[in-house]
């Protein structure tokens, strides 16, 4: 897969995160499990699926797009 398709795909997969973050289809739903309602579920689940994507964000493409070369050594961080 090419750049600009992998940076495409990243950005597709942080618009699916944030368009259903706010679970609206759960909205007026009273349901209960294990004494929290559905709803905090949803959220509790969703932000452990958002921690998972985020780390492989930053093992696969945080360096993108800020011009920075991941092999080469900078001066201060030579050991």
Known sequence: MD???RDLAWIFTFV???AF???W???GTG???AGLPVW???HIGWLGLCSVVF???TRTAWNRGMGLDPG???DGDRR
């Open 16 to 18: 699916i995160l944030v």
């Open 55 to 57: 780390y492989l964000f």
């Open 72 to 74: 080469r050594q900078e």
């Open 40 to 42: 905090l579920w949803w």
């Open 31 to 33: 349901t209960v499990i």
């Open 21 to 23: 973050a706010v679970p």
């Open 3 to 5: 750049r600009s398709r």
């Open 25 to 27: 289809f759960l909205w």
